[in-house]
């Protein structure tokens, strides 16, 4: 049975467990997949940025009120979040890094910002 490259699609010589026929194949696979994964990353991240940057520019005082449709709008995503607080009252906070916010109902959100940054 002939080995093909992963790569390039070349038939493979050598040991019975090679996968590549050379460096520069092995290299080119190794490095598409780490593109793919790092492209993912970055989209993710652009997002997270976006989202940040619309709170931020929402609550200048670091508390504030508005309206959900305003906060969609300016491009916010609600998919997207860095971590989740969960009040003992049982209301969930949603975190874009220290920028933060807790859907009132259907029509408020309440803009907030955590002072303490410490990652402790």
Known sequence: MERVCLDCGEIVK???????????????????L???DSSYMRQVNQVLKKNRDILQKLNPGGKTKINRD???????DLTYHTHI????????????????YILLNDHEVLLVKREDNSLG
Do not use: A, V
């Open 14 to 32: 050598g040991r019975s467990d090679k996968k590549f026929c050379d460096d520069q194949c092995r290299s080119n696979y190794n490095n598409r």
């Open 34 to 36: 780490k593109s793919e």
């Open 70 to 76: 305003r906060l969609l709008k300016q491009g916010f």
């Open 85 to 100: 607080y969960q009040t003992q009252k049982g209301g969930t906070y949603y975190f874009c890094y220290e920028y933060g």
